[in-house]
């Protein structure tokens, strides 16, 4: 059982530090927005002193423009110091013009807490010596216990020497008793110094209860928020909650920023612990604008506070900076060599895309003439299959011709007519070679039936030749011959049944027609036409 109780309570903490660290960058992200635009925040503040400093040109009576000055102030008092201490001294010297005894006592307070904000602190201690506290009423002997508690914790902070710190905290806890005797243990006001004196002696959940009480009271975005948002963050480091720690001091840091309060105590805390945690980017951005604001605000005493931090994280910030450095060049170089690298792979690369590509142009070339070749096979045997065709039916009707005048040459023999016989054995044979041309014709034009058209088109217009469907001239079947691969000129002038020189003559005729050098005519010849069948 207790065993289960123990796994609880550690699976419920590591579920809440998961949901705190959560929070916490959503807040960092937050709080990187509203630093970014603390130029912002700056102009409207300036604008409000801006003006309450013109409602002071009408003002004729002293007691009016006192508590004009006093509001100013309090504008002041966390914004710029020196201004703060103008207003002060003139605040001053209309108590001692009026004799309000009351007055100058109030603004000397006044003027001895803006002086050990600023790090002046023999000039705050010696106003603090030129009173004596236990003649005041009590408002004012609260108000001098106060701001000696501040003098105090600004003092321990800016020796940070053990020597002189028990000294100045007997002394801080001395005035915070004082002031609890005055005060009505009822009020907030009490109530925050008896947190931190619980804090003091180790019950820090009791003072975190009342301190949440407090908080929770407080208008967000009011300094008195910032204030009581600080005072959580130290007790929760107390106990170890680094976390809610960081928390309170983001919304601290964030509240201050937006009031345009200089004296950001939250921002360098803050600065500290980003710096232990390893952000360090953060860290040293929060410490530069925790030392613009001191700067601004002409603080002394923090300017000190911080030099002590701002050198250790900045030196660790260049370091950071030096070593990203260092692996960027290494970066950089590995890249160089990877580009080179690249680009020796690419050079090869495009040496062998060049060798694939001329193989492709080459193996194209091959294919292409493979497939020229092919067409010649396809269109050579689809002429042997026609003329074989036609031949052996012209042989057929030949041989009986032959056959049928070798039976009447017979038989005229034997009936002994003579004559008749040499009549007809003398008879030209016009009628076999027109018929045999003519069957050519039909058969060349079945195969090329684009031919005539294609050959004119080699011709000059005026010199076209004009023929009727399915018939060739003299002229065309010479052509048409070398079409089909006849280019012997003896083979076409017996096919033909003409001279070898009457061929030659038609030839140079054609070729004289013809837009084409002569040279290459007839090769052109032998590309025209297309298969009936294609």
């Given at each position: 059982m207790?065993?289960?109780?123990?796994f609880?309570f550690f699976?419920?903490n590591?579920?809440?530090?998961l949901?705190?660290d959560?929070?916490?960058?959503s807040?960092?992200?937050?709080?990187?927005?509203v630093?970014?635009e603390?130029?912002?925040?700056?102009?409207?503040?300036?604008a409000?002193?801006?003006?309450?400093k013109?409602?002071?040109?009408?003002?004729?009576?002293?007691?009016?423009?006192?508590?004009?000055?006093k509001?100013?102030?309090?504008q002041?008092?966390?914004?710029?110091?020196?201004s703060a201490?103008?207003?002060i001294h003139?605040?001053?010297?209309?108590?001692?013009t009026?004799?309000?005894?009351e007055?100058?006592?109030?603004?000397q307070?006044?003027?001895?807490?803006v002086y050990?904000l600023?790090?002046?602190?023999?000039?705050a201690?010696?106003i603090?010596?030129?009173?004596?506290?236990?003649?005041l009423?009590?408002h004012?002997?609260?108000?001098?216990?106060?701001?000696?508690?501040?003098?105090?914790?600004?003092?321990?902070?800016?020796t940070?020497?053990?020597?002189?710190?028990?000294?100045?905290?007997s002394?801080?806890?001395?005035?915070?008793?004082?002031?609890?005797?005055?005060l009505?243990?009822?009020?907030d006001?009490?109530?925050?110094e008896?947190a931190?004196?619980?804090?003091?002696?180790?019950?820090?959940?009791e003072?975190?209860?009342?301190l949440?009480e407090?908080y929770?009271?407080?208008?967000?975005?009011s300094?008195g928020?910032?204030?009581m948002?600080?005072?959580?963050?130290?007790a929760?480091?107390?106990?170890?909650?680094y976390?809610?720690?960081?928390k309170?001091l983001?919304?601290?840091a964030?509240?201050?920023t937006?009031?345009?309060?200089?004296?950001?105590?939250?921002?360098l805390?803050?600065?500290?612990?980003l710096?232990?945690?390893?952000?360090?980017d953060?860290?040293?951005?929060y410490i530069?604008v925790?030392?613009?604001?001191?700067?601004?605000y002409?603080?002394?005493?923090?300017?000190?506070?911080?030099a002590?931090i701002?050198?250790?994280?900045?030196?660790t910030?260049?370091i950071?900076?030096?070593k990203?450095?260092?692996?960027?060049?290494?970066?950089?170089f590995?890249?160089s060599?990877?580009?080179v690298?690249?680009?020796i792979?690419?050079?090869f690369?495009y040496?062998q895309?060049k060798?694939?590509?001329?193989?492709?142009?080459h193996?194209?070339?091959?294919?292409e003439?493979?497939?020229?070749?092919?067409?010649?096979?396809?269109?050579?045997?689809l002429?042997?299959?026609k003329?074989?065709g036609?031949?052996?039916?012209?042989?057929?009707?030949?041989?009986n011709?032959l056959?049928e005048?070798?039976?009447n040459?017979?038989r005229?023999?034997k009936?002994?007519?003579?004559?008749d016989?040499?009549?007809?054995s003398?008879?030209?044979?016009?009628k076999e070679l027109?018929?045999l041309?003519?069957n050519?014709?039909k058969?060349?034009?079945?195969?090329?039936?684009?031919f005539?058209?294609?050959?004119?088109?080699l011709?000059k217009p005026?010199e076209r030749?004009k023929?009727?469907?399915?018939?060739?001239n003299t002229?065309?079947?010479?052509?048409?011959?070398i079409r089909?691969?006849i280019?012997?000129?003896?083979?076409?002038?017996v096919?033909?049944?003409y001279?070898?020189q009457t061929?030659y003559?038609?030839?140079?005729?054609?070729?004289r027609?013809?837009?084409l050098d002569?040279?290459i005519?007839e090769e052109?010849?032998?590309?025209?036409g297309?298969?009936s069948?294609k």
């Amino acid at each position: 059982m207790k065993r289960t109780l123990w796994f609880i309570f550690f699976l419920l903490n590591s579920l809440f530090y998961l949901y705190a660290d959560s929070e916490n960058d959503s807040l960092l992200k937050v709080l990187d927005k509203v630093i970014s635009e603390r130029l912002i925040y700056t102009q409207k503040k300036e604008a409000t002193i801006k003006e309450l400093k013109k409602k002071k040109v009408g003002l004729n009576s002293l007691e009016d423009i006192y508590n004009l000055n006093k509001e100013i102030i309090h504008q002041y008092e966390t914004f710029v110091c020196d201004s703060a201490e103008q207003y002060i001294h003139e605040n001053i010297d209309i108590a001692k013009t009026i004799g309000n005894k009351e007055y100058l006592l109030e603004e000397q307070l006044r003027l001895a807490f803006v002086y050990s904000l600023s790090g002046l602190f023999i000039q705050a201690n010696d106003i603090f010596k030129s009173i004596k506290c236990a003649d005041l009423p009590d408002h004012l002997k609260a108000l001098y216990c106060w701001n000696r508690i501040r003098y105090y914790e600004n003092l321990i902070k800016y020796t940070d020497d053990v020597r002189f710190s028990n000294e100045y905290i007997s002394e801080k806890e001395a005035y915070r008793d004082t002031v609890m005797s005055i005060l009505f243990d009822q009020s907030d006001e009490y109530r925050k110094e008896k947190a931190v004196k619980l804090q003091d002696k180790g019950s820090t959940k009791e003072a975190l209860l009342i301190l949440t009480e407090i908080y929770d009271k407080q208008e967000p975005a009011s300094h008195g928020y910032a204030m009581m948002a600080m005072g959580l963050a130290r007790a929760y480091r107390l106990i170890g909650n680094y976390a809610l720690e960081e928390k309170f001091l983001m919304l601290a840091a964030m509240t201050d920023t937006k009031l345009a309060v200089k004296e950001n105590e939250a921002l360098l805390t803050l600065a500290v612990n980003l710096y232990h945690k390893g952000d360090i980017d953060r860290a040293y951005n929060y410490i530069k604008v925790a030392l613009d604001d001191a700067i601004f605000y002409n603080s002394r005493f923090k300017n000190t506070v911080i030099a002590r931090i701002h050198p250790i994280i900045e030196n660790t910030y260049l370091i950071r900076l030096e070593k990203q450095k260092q692996n960027l060049r290494f970066y950089i170089f590995l890249t160089s060599l990877f580009v080179v690298a690249l680009a020796i792979t690419l050079y090869f690369t495009y040496k062998q895309t060049k060798i694939v590509s001329r193989a492709k142009r080459h193996l194209k070339a091959m294919n292409e003439e493979l497939v020229g070749l092919n067409k010649n096979l396809d269109e050579a045997n689809l002429i042997k299959e026609k003329y074989v065709g036609y031949f052996m039916n012209q042989c057929a009707v030949y041989i009986n011709k032959l056959d049928e005048y070798r039976k009447n040459v017979n038989r005229k023999i034997k009936t002994g007519q003579i004559d008749d016989l040499y009549k007809s054995s003398s008879r030209p044979f016009e009628k076999e070679l027109e018929e045999l041309y003519h069957n050519f014709d039909k058969a060349f034009l079945k195969l090329y039936p684009n031919f005539v058209e294609k050959f004119n088109a080699l011709l000059k217009p005026e010199e076209r030749y004009k023929l009727e469907k399915d018939q060739l001239n003299t002229e065309l079947r010479i052509f048409a011959l070398i079409r089909l691969g006849i280019t012997d000129v003896g083979q076409i002038a017996v096919f033909l049944h003409y001279s070898v020189q009457t061929i030659y003559n038609y030839k140079s005729k054609v070729k004289r027609m013809s837009t084409l050098d002569s040279n290459i005519f007839e090769e052109e010849v032998k590309m025209l036409g297309s298969l009936s069948q294609k």
